[in-house]
């Protein structure tokens, strides 16, 4: 019985030494990352929201505008920044609660869309999906959005 307790402490501390690796922690930088030509992303040309998001109005909408993360009916693509096509919904309106099922940035990048308009936002791996691979996304990836507003609320 005496041996027992210093072999279960042993064991535990062997499971924090061998246990799974952390995401490596090294956020990306928009400012300093190459962007594939097709993506059309001209940083200097974009303006920085407070987080640090980079934005840029490719149509201003004319309609309500999206003053507070809410629901929106919207057609997206998203990228990588080497141009790699990791989602989209183009051809079918699709649905998002700002609140609680986006990142931070992409809610962030779409606040003071109207309507109708179309934003180009990028946004930094720690506003995006962070650190860790999720799916075909590596870790401390910037994410490139395409986004166009159709409707705020429930119905688009």
């Not at 928009?30 to 407070?50: C, H, K, R, W, Y």
């Amino acid at each position: 019985m005496r041996f027992l307790l210093p072999f279960v402490a042993c064991l535990g501390l062997s499971a924090c030494l061998t246990g799974p690796d952390r995401c490596d922690q090294n956020p990306s930088d928009p400012a300093t990352e190459q962007f594939a030509p097709a993506l059309g992303v001209d940083i200097n040309s974009m303006n920085l929201t407070q987080i640090g998001d980079y934005t840029k109005d490719l149509v201003v909408g004319t309609g309500a505008t999206l003053s507070n993360p809410d629901s929106v009916t919207i057609h997206y693509s998203a990228y990588l920044k080497d141009g790699t096509l990791i989602d989209q919904f183009q051809d079918t309106p699709f649905t998002i609660d700002l609140r609680f099922q986006s990142t931070i940035g992409l809610a962030d990048g779409m606040l003071g869309m109207s309507v109708g308009g179309k934003r180009l936002i990028v946004v930094p791996s720690q506003y995006a999906l962070g650190a860790c691979p999720n799916g075909p996304v590596p870790g401390n990836s910037t994410l490139i959005y395409n986004v166009e507003l159709l409707s705020i609320g429930s119905t688009p």
